[in-house]
């Protein structure tokens, strides 16, 4: 959590000894974060979205409908990279079936 208040994106508020305290809306902000992060995005783009979430299912505001646009390049972006890895898997199947074959 002290990484995420590190990276801007959570703001607990301070007891009088200076300790951090967190309350429900903390709690709701770091699902949210979470929520962004397994998405895939980074915390400079989550700090972005942050203020535009009116939910945990990541709903945006009307008003940041122009984010929708930064999805959709990291939407592509992680299709990308998934034929990359498909791609590298298939070659690696067919290595592997090759010394199997050989081996007998």
Do not use: K, W
Request: one cysteine or more; hydrophobic letters at 40%; aromatic letters at 6%.
């Amino acid at each position: 959590m002290r990484y995420y208040e590190e990276q801007g994106l959570l703001e607990p508020s301070r007891l009088a000894n200076g300790y951090r305290s967190y309350g429900e809306h903390d709690v709701e902000q770091v699902r949210r974060i979470r929520f962004l992060l397994a998405a895939g995005i980074n915390t400079e783009m989550a700090r972005e979205v942050l203020p535009c979430m009116v939910d945990d299912e990541g709903f945006l505001v009307p008003a940041c409908a122009d984010l929708v646009a930064e999805f959709e390049r990291e939407e592509t972006r992680i299709a990308d990279r998934i034929a990359e890895l498909e791609s590298a898997r298939t070659a690696l199947a067919g290595i592997i079936a090759a010394a199997h074959t050989a081996h007998r």
